[in-house]
T-cell receptor, first 114, second 115 residues
Framework: NAGVTQTPKFQVLKTGQSMTLQCAQD?????MYWYRQDPGMGLRLIYY???????DKGEVPNGYNVSRLNKREFSLRLESAAPSQTSVYFC?????????????FGPGTRLTVT | GENVEQHPSTLSVQEGDSAVIKCTYS??????FPWYKQELGKRPQLIID?????GEKKDQRIAVTLNKTAKHFSLHITETQPEDSAVYFC??????????????FGKGTKLSVIP
């Protein structure tokens, strides 16, 4: 099993450009998440999908959109990138959204917006 | 929503000594508290977790304690080794407004183990 995979690994964008970060999991998990990680800020939840067909905002959703394409795939879109979106983005998945399901993280995408 | 505070932000210990990282949380309804380890350039990985009906859990050299009354929990690493050097994140799982559980993370502790 590959677990959680993300593409691309690195990306440089100019301000105003758009892009989509891809995430896939092969663990048959119901729930998927997008986090951003900034120095000294920990991991902050952007959006999550409790199950196929549903998505909800997390702590920092502004400037992002998501699509739960099917049970395996959950994408994050930046419509008009801003320098404040320079960050490392992690996708994660879990079997469910109950109170004690372990979240498994992907390898991350390092995004720089100039 | 939930707020998780983590201290210290950096910690240096001599190899073989113990390390303790502390977290507090705000939502008394939170009931699951995982700890993640993130090595440089890698993804976060779960190392231990504790549920609210348990006060302490141990796994070899690492242990976690939980005080629900005081709303704080701690990670203890004994006999530290250089490979323990990493950033450690605590988290608390609480119910979101949408009716599902979300993890709220602390800001992390960078642990350096000096050989």
């Amino acid at each position: 099993n590959a677990g959680v995979t993300q593409t691309p690994k690195f990306q440089v964008l100019k301000t105003g450009q758009s892009m989509t970060l891809q995430c896939a999991q092969d663990m048959n998990h119901n729930s998927m998440y997008w986090y951003r990680q900034d120095p000294g800020m920990g991991l902050r939840l952007i959006y999550y999908s409790a199950s196929e067909g549903t998505t909800d905002k997390g702590e920092v959703p502004n400037g992002y959109n998501v699509s739960r394409l099917n049970k395996r795939e959950f994408s994050l879109r930046l419509e008009s990138a801003a320098p404040s979106q320079t960050s490392v983005y992690f996708c994660a998945s879990s079997a469910g959204t109950g109170p004690s399901y372990e979240q498994y993280f992907g390898p991350g995408t390092r995004l720089t917006v100039t | 929503g939930e707020n998780v505070e983590q201290h210290p932000s950096t910690l240096s210990v001599q190899e073989g000594d113990s390390a303790v990282i502390k977290c507090t949380y705000s939502d008394s309804a939170s009931n699951y508290f995982p700890w993640y380890k993130q090595e440089l350039g890698k993804r976060p990985q779960l190392i231990i977790d504790i549920r609210s009906n348990v006060g302490e859990k141990k796994d070899q050299r690492i242990a976690v304690t939980l005080n629900k009354t005081a709303k704080h929990f701690s990670l203890h690493i004994t006999e530290t080794q250089p490979e323990d050097s990493a950033v450690y994140f605590c988290a608390a799982s609480g119910l979101s407004g949408a009716g599902s559980y979300q993890l709220t993370f602390g800001k992390g502790t960078k642990l350096s183990v000096i050989p």
